[in-house]
């Protein structure tokens, strides 16, 4: 099968960082595997050399190996291409289905799929905006603070994971989701002033829709229950509830009655004492005037 060259820069690893495969993700492993398997069963029947199949979907030979060796994850765009080029009439491009199941770290899928059963999620982070409220932007901007620092791949994977979360405000029908931020958390440039500014209008987006609620707790209260750290806890349609906060079962999710009657107590508290929905969106507005 002859394809004509593509006349552009092919893409290599360097164009797409973020996408490797987690050595020590079993499911993801077998999934990708399988997935590059089928590609380069595929490209061999037609007859393409790997080289030749790259220069028509755009990327680079190496990249097109790491692929069918399931070292690499696909993009979309790549399955999508590969099954135009090799004639699969869909099947290729139907593969993103799997793939997309293990796009995102191991841990990440696991609380995505947490969230996106629960009814209710009463979420509370006294050291940054939470991360399903955090913009692309914001979200960059706080990875690349960590230390020891991310490679650039991690904070591109990681990004798009956070953002990949945000599908819990999309449902339908929709969880009732409330947060409460703390002041300095919504004054801090994280990613510059620009990014700021993207995040402030973001929450002020998301405060306008019926199910999610927004409180902001002042740097000037002087009772604040919330000193233990963060509080997640998350209901599900059948009764059932998880939560987790670093001072109950070292962090680790717990479902146990008595232990969830604690994080509710603390996060009623917490919300008691932070402004109401109403007066936090005037306080955001007026941040965001000031920024």
Same mark, same amino acid.
């Given at each position: 099968?002859?394809?004509?060259?593509?006349?552009?820069?092919?893409?290599?690893?360097?164009?797409?960082?973020?996408?490797?495969? &987690? /050595?020590?993700?079993?499911? !993801?492993?077998?999934?990708? *595997?399988?997935?590059? #398997?089928? =590609?380069? @069963?595929? +490209?061999?029947?037609?007859?393409?050399?790997?080289?030749?199949?790259?220069?028509?979907?755009?990327?680079?030979?190496?990249?097109?190996?790491?692929?069918?060796?399931?070292?690499?994850?696909?993009?979309?765009?790549?399955?999508?291409?590969?099954?135009?080029?090799?004639?699969?009439?869909?099947?290729?491009?139907?593969?993103?289905?799997?793939?997309?199941?293990?796009?995102?770290?191991?841990?990440?899928?696991?609380?995505?799929?947490?969230?996106?059963?629960?009814?209710?999620?009463?979420?509370? &982070? /006294?050291?940054?905006?939470? !991360?399903?409220?955090?913009? *692309?932007?914001?979200? #960059?901007? =706080?990875? @690349?603070? +960590?230390?020891?620092?991310?490679?650039?791949?991690?904070?591109?994977?990681?990004?798009?994971?956070?953002?990949?979360?945000?599908?819990?405000?999309?449902?339908?029908?929709?969880?009732?989701?409330?947060?409460?931020?703390?002041?300095?958390?919504?004054?801090?440039?994280?990613?510059?002033?620009?990014?700021?500014?993207?995040?402030?209008?973001?929450?002020?987006?998301?405060?306008?829709?019926?199910?999610?609620?927004?409180?902001?707790?002042?740097?000037?209260?002087?009772?604040?229950?919330?000193? &233990?750290?963060?509080?997640?806890?998350?209901?599900?349609?059948?009764?059932?509830?998880?939560?987790?906060?670093?001072?109950?079962?070292?962090?680790?999710?717990?479902?146990?009655?008595?232990?969830?009657?604690?994080?509710?107590?603390?996060?009623?508290?917490?919300?008691?004492?932070?402004?109401?929905?109403?007066?936090?969106?005037?306080?955001?507005?007026?941040?965001?005037?000031?920024?």
């Amino acid at each position: 099968m002859s394809v004509e060259a593509d006349a552009g820069r092919l893409k290599t690893e360097a164009d797409e960082p973020g996408w490797e495969v &987690d /050595p020590d993700d079993e499911w !993801g492993v077998a999934v990708i *595997a399988t997935v590059g #398997r089928q =590609l380069k @069963l595929r +490209r061999e029947a037609v007859g393409m050399r790997a080289a030749e199949f790259g220069r028509a979907v755009g990327y680079g030979e190496d990249l097109v190996y790491k692929i069918e060796g399931g070292k690499r994850i696909p993009r979309q765009e790549y399955l999508d291409k590969a099954d135009e080029v090799l004639g699969a009439g869909g099947l290729i491009a139907a593969t993103w289905e799997d793939v997309q199941k293990v796009r995102y770290p191991r841990k990440v899928r696991a609380l995505r799929e947490m969230e996106a059963k629960a009814v209710e999620l009463q979420l509370y &982070d /006294p050291l940054n905006i939470h !991360g399903l409220l955090q913009t *692309a932007e914001y979200a #960059r901007g =706080l990875l @690349l603070m +960590r230390r020891p620092a991310y490679a650039a791949d991690e904070v591109e994977r990681f990004t798009a994971a956070r953002v990949a979360r945000k599908t819990v405000f999309e449902r339908d029908p929709a969880p009732e989701v409330s947060f409460v931020l703390e002041e300095w958390t919504l004054r801090r440039p994280l990613g510059g002033r620009t990014a700021l500014r993207l995040q402030l209008e973001h929450l002020l987006e998301l405060g306008q829709l019926r199910n999610v609620e927004l409180q902001v707790m002042p740097m000037d209260r002087e009772e604040h229950a919330g000193v &233990d750290g963060g509080i997640e806890v998350l209901k599900f349609a059948d009764g059932s509830a998880v939560g987790r906060s670093p001072v109950v079962a070292s962090g680790r999710p717990v479902s146990e009655p008595r232990q969830l009657r604690i994080l509710e107590l603390r996060y009623g508290i917490i919300r008691a004492q932070a402004l109401t929905p109403r007066e936090s969106t005037a306080f955001i507005e007026q941040l965001l005037g000031e920024t």
